[in-house]
């Protein structure tokens, strides 16, 4: 494995703006997290998992959403709206929870911030990487996702021995927010996405996309059980929890009981929706979404 | 049937403001038709079919596709902006043609305007009521626009005695745009959505959502053969139509040499993939689509 690859890591690229003259957040600010829409949640209770100390402010746009089919200009805009929203609730780092908006968007607003942002592409392509025993991943993610290649182009960074091969999944998505996830007909269209995945033999597949994990056992049941599931979620909370042990910004817990919610969720749309969706995967009860509008910021 | 119902009728709201200052756009302008994307070529189509010497400007908000999914005062917003962008095209009528844009803002949107702005839900009612025999009316459509109950609310104006079972059928939109158009997972979901339709026994079913009549042969066989299928799109044309008449707004052919598109076509994103679609449905070749900044207007 090559790990000369730091020009790729974005996770590096905001110190380059660290001279900034604003004043950053401290250890005990929020972190931000935002996604299309709901998908996020899965990393949102993954970070809550493992960093349980720390705040977190999530914005899911739902307003906008999908942004699996659009084009990555727009996922840009959209992306440096939702950063410049959550700045306003002071938080000390981003991760983007979405994998389309961290394909298109994460070295352009990396580059262009004073503190750290991660997306969740990174975290799971080295952990495929170091997964694959037999150099062949398989990738599956949306159309927007799929046609950036931006797993393909990180994975050949890491190690340029490994065969990529992607299939994009548009109906995932919609079967998973109808609550289809233990559906035969989700088996049925499971199993004819992943058959070339499986006919091309990976031993390791990344779950592409945020709502993913919440159609694992289809999935699973769909590749066998000799394919290693990916879940870039969890990979983005490990790598999230050293990124802020690096930096120092760990909560230290000393500034608690200040009277802030410890989580706030703000949505650009159908606040209600979201707190419902939210309640049923997410270990806390959400009780305060809030509706924001998106295209101020 | 009750036809006291103008208090309710879209089309003659706009005839509130036609005191206003401006000099409005004459009868060889272009009709201007939006939908939240592709969906609403099924309804220019129609327009194309039935008064095909008119000039149009299509307008599809590709960047916040879908609509269905989102709330009333989103819808309203959106609406807003695609009713000044094409106004800007010096349009002399527009048509939403989008259920769920139609369900949510026509009453507010014609009452604002100055030319006429109809809807797809009101001639789909209307033909759906003179239609059926058992009194029994079906409504298929996205989320957003079952929830609005706009189409009980208009058939029961227009006739009390009807009933009206309404079904949405989120995956759909999803299905029609992959292209699974003719697939037996198609013809599965298709089933499965329309059993309670069938069970109630409607005579006659409204597609409530320009998507839809791309399904219509599995729709047409998960219903049977005795029940008369709605497209709103057809009848919308032909309201247009007869709209432009009453309204000495019939394009003359006097001025068609002055170098202008007979049909352009903008969207908010992915001009190109738009493009491909618009081809696989429209009659004309669509070789000119452009893309806009929706949010500025």
Not at 49 to 74: L, N
Not at 239 to 250: D, H, M, S
Request: glycine content about 6%; proline content about 4%; hydrophobic content about 40%.
């Amino acid at each position: 494995m090559n790990n000369d690859f730091t020009e790729q890591d974005p996770v590096k690229l905001y110190t380059l703006h660290r001279t900034a003259s604003r004043m950053l957040p401290g250890r005990n600010a929020p972190i931000g997290i935002f996604d299309s829409g709901v998908g996020g949640l899965t990393v949102t209770r993954e970070v809550m998992r493992q960093i349980p100390e720390e705040r977190i402010v999530y914005f899911g746009d739902t307003a906008r959403v999908p942004y699996g089919s659009k084009s990555r200009e727009t996922v840009i805009r959209y992306s440096r709206q939702n950063i410049r929203f959550l700045k306003t609730r002071g938080v000390k780092a981003i991760v983007i929870a979405c994998n389309t908006a961290s394909a298109h968007a994460i070295e352009t607003v990396a580059a262009e911030s004073d503190i750290p942002i991660i997306g969740v592409i990174y975290a799971g392509a080295k952990t495929a990487v170091n997964s694959t025993k037999n150099k062949r991943i398989g990738i599956i993610g949306t159309a927007g996702t799929v046609a950036s290649n931006i797993y393909p182009h990180v994975i050949a960074q890491m190690d340029g021995n490994v065969k990529v091969y992607q299939k994009a999944c548009p109906l995932f998505v919609p079967l998973a927010e109808e609550g289809m996830t233990d559906d035969p007909l989700t088996k049925e269209i499971a199993a004819r996405y992943l058959q070339e995945i499986k006919d091309v033999g990976v031993d390791t597949l990344v779950l592409g996309c945020t709502h993913y994990p919440l159609l694992r056992s289809v999935i699973r049941e769909a590749v066998g059980e000799n394919v290693t599931l990916v879940n870039p979620a969890y990979e983005t909370a490990l790598e999230l929890k050293a990124l802020l042990k690096r930096e120092n910004l760990l909560n230290d817990g000393k500034d608690d009981a200040d009277g802030k919610d410890k989580y706030e969720f703000y949505v650009s749309d159908l606040a209600e929706k979201f707190t419902d969706f939210a309640n049923s995967i997410l270990p806390n009860d959400v009780t305060n979404t809030k509706k924001i509008e998106i295209e101020e910021y």
